[in-house]
């Protein structure tokens, strides 16, 4: 194996642990936002029900 190729693969390998931490964090985040929206929106709904 290349030096070339080996270092190919450690960018490779570095970049695709970035996008699967960055995808994770995202991920979180539309969640933390879908619970904040859910919990006001239930809050919201028991208001005009009472």
Request: glycine fraction near 0%; avoid cysteine.
């Amino acid at each position: 194996m290349s030096l070339k190729h080996q270092s190919l693969k450690l960018i490779k390998s570095e970049f695709t642990s970035k996008f699967e931490t960055s995808e994770f964090e995202i991920i979180r985040k539309f969640e933390i936002i879908e619970s904040e929206y859910t919990s006001e929106f239930e809050i919201s709904e028991f208001e005009i029900i009472e």
